[in-house]
């Protein structure tokens, strides 16, 4: 297959209409299966045109014609909502509901629920809006031209000049991204401050107090509440933020610095980051051994995808920043799309959607509703594979394999303390919506000195008075994702634990995990895998241990 093969008909808001229309008739007549299989059908179609029309404007956001496509499916998407949710409205209140579960499986049933409270016709030109302007924050990151060294660059393109050995290098880089920052403050803040009174004006409209319930909700989390949530948090600050304290005072020390600045962070190994070896193509087919050395079925994917044109890998100078994997599902193969700088986050991003991924294909005949699970289950996938390729690392990073595991891990802890302090802030954020830009940068500030005491930006001022959330584009689009990260963590380094002792049990043990896809909440499939759940006391605190052995 061929992603040249992958087409859908374009939809509009009269051929959304006639196909629910249709749908709806199968049900008057009381054919429940087919009703079902053909909406499963339909939307399988419209998200297979929608993942395409995105995709295309992240990979040129200068294009105007992909542009105006995106454009057009962020209009239509919330029509196409509207007729999700009154269709799940109305199995929900069939009178033969255990008919309804009988085709379609408990679990779809609990997210339809959950699905019915986010959405009201009365929030459709809301979605629109918040659409749009999330739009207007990926335009403006986009547009970044930085001047690094002589060369001209995106942000993603910042991050070799963010690990050079040479500390000056690293400080001027580091000024020149928080420059771009600072000189687009207004217009970042302008934005933000739009989205949360929208999401918070929605959250009215629906009755709720304000969007931190919708917002979860929005994340179909059905096992979980914000409670578990905030206890979790404080399991990171109690056993992450004092270790990664550790490591970035020894890092100090070793280095002989007065201070460790924030321009100091990203240099982990003080011989030099490792790095991958060779260009693209070097890459894929040194990734095309390890896979097959790791397992035979990730293997074949690997080279289904590569030889179907669906990697799109290296950064250009107008496409989108960041990393992901997104999916066509009339056709059951995934996308990867990444922007590789020459550093080792190639290979993690890599990794890590060839882990969504690999979930995605493995799970593409199941129902519509687990194609994909919901996010904090997705990470799992993604971010277990990032540990589970370290004893075939050589294969991308020949002898700098024990580095690059060393790296990866303090990396994984790193990241820790500011994935939680992402997900607080936004809880804050949304309960005080009436906050002026001001007062949300003090927010940060003050969480960031709680989980990163050790953050020290030096005379950068717009970090140091609490900028640092405006580069995350999941707190623009993608509320209350972040915490997900940290869950999905605790989750992937037990995977690793596993490896340790037994490789070939623990890759068994995920791919069964990978073909269950979506089809159950996050902790059942936690639990499915001979994980523990985050939640449960002491999870945290013993899979940090492990990793604090290899690194501390
Ligand atoms: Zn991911």
Same mark, same amino acid.
């Given at each position: ?6 087409? #859908? ?39 297979? &045109?929608?993942?395409?029309? /995105? ?27 509207? $007729? ?27 997210? &339809?629920?959950?699905? !019915?409270?986010? =959405? ?40 070799? =000049? ?17 420059? %771009?920052? #600072?000189?687009?403050?207004?217009? %970042? ?9 929208? +999401? ?17 909700? +929005?994340?179909? +989390? ?13 399991? !990171? ?17 070793? @280095?002989?610095?007065?201070?460790? $600045?924030? &321009?100091?962070?990203?240099?982990? *190994? ?8 060779? *260009? ?43 990393? %992901? ?13 990444? @922007? =590789? @700088?020459?550093?080792? /986050? ?5 990794? /890590?959607?060839?882990? $969504? ?43 700098? #394999? ?21 997900? /607080? ?6 309960? @005080? ?8 940068? #003090? ?18 001022? $717009? ?38 002792? *037994? ?50």
């Amino acid at each position: 297959m061929k992603i040249s093969d992958i087409t #859908a008909p374009k939809p509009s808001k009269d051929s959304l209409a006639a196909a629910y229309t249709r749908i709806n008739q199968m049900l008057d007549e009381g054919d429940l299966a087919a009703g079902i299989a053909a909406w499963d059908e339909q939307r399988r179609q419209y998200e297979t &045109w929608s993942s395409l029309t /995105h995709l295309h404007f992240e990979q040129d956001t200068a294009d105007e014609i992909f542009k105006a496509e995106k454009d057009f499916a962020d209009e239509l998407a919330p029509a196409a909502t509207s $007729h999700e949710i009154a269709l799940k409205r109305r199995l929900l209140a069939m009178s033969n509901r255990a008919a309804v579960e009988a085709i379609t499986g408990a679990h779809a049933l609990r997210l &339809w629920q959950t699905d !019915v409270t986010t =959405f009201d016709p009365v929030i459709e030109a809301d979605l629109e809006q918040e659409a749009k302007l999330y739009s207007r924050y990926t335009a403006l990151r986009a547009s970044a031209k930085i001047e690094v060294e002589g060369q001209t660059i995106n942000l993603s393109g910042l991050a070799p =000049f963010l690990q050079n050995l040479d500390r000056g290098v690293r400080y001027r880089a580091e000024q020149a991204g928080w420059q %771009f920052f #600072a000189d687009n403050a207004a217009e %970042f803040d302008d934005i933000f401050d739009q989205l949360v009174k929208l +999401r918070h004006g929605m959250a009215k409209k629906l009755g709720y107090d304000n969007f931190i319930e919708l917002g979860y909700r +929005r994340m179909r +989390r059905i096992d979980y509440n914000a409670a578990d949530v905030a206890r979790y948090r404080d399991q !990171v600050r109690a056993h992450v933020t004092p270790l990664v304290a550790q490591i970035m005072e020894a890092r100090r020390k070793t @280095n002989g610095w007065d201070k460790l $600045h924030s &321009w100091d962070e990203s240099l982990t *190994d003080p011989a030099g980051n490792p790095k991958p070896q060779g *260009d693209e193509a070097q890459l894929i087919a040194s990734a095309q051994s390890m896979f097959e050395d790791m397992a035979p079925e990730m293997a074949a994917f690997f080279k289904a995808m590569n030889e179907g044109g669906f990697l799109d890998l290296t950064n250009r100078p107008t496409k989108a920043g960041g990393g %992901f994997c997104t999916s066509f599902p009339t056709a059951g193969m995934p996308f990867i799309f990444a @922007n =590789f @700088n020459g550093t080792h /986050h190639d290979i993690d991003v890599f990794t /890590h959607e060839m882990g $969504h991924a690999f979930q995605n294909f493995s799970s593409r005949d199941l129902a519509f509703d687990y194609l994909w699970p919901t996010s904090e289950s997705a990470e799992i996938h993604s971010m277990s594979l990032e540990h589970l390729s370290y004893p075939y690392m050589s294969h991308l990073v020949g002898d700098d #394999a024990a580095r690059y595991q060393r790296l990866h891990l303090i990396e994984t802890l790193q990241f820790l303390p500011y994935g939680v302090l992402g997900d /607080h802030f936004q809880h804050e954020i949304y309960a @005080n919506p009436d906050a002026t830009p001001a007062e949300r940068h #003090a927010i940060w500030k003050r969480l960031e000195h709680m989980y990163m005491p050790w953050r020290d930006y030096g005379d950068i001022e $717009h970090g140091a008075k609490g900028g640092l959330w405006q580069k995350q584009l999941h707190f623009y689009g993608l509320p209350f994702y972040y915490i997900d990260y940290t869950l999905a963590s605790c989750c992937a380094l037990q995977f690793w634990v596993k490896s340790r002792s *037994d490789y070939r049990a623990a890759m068994a043990d995920y791919i069964a995990l990978c073909a269950r896809g979506g089809s159950a909440p996050f902790q059942e499939l936690v639990a499915s895998a001979g994980l523990i759940s985050p939640f449960a006391d002491g999870a945290l605190e013993s899979v940090v241990k492990d990793a604090q052995a290899l690194v501390a």
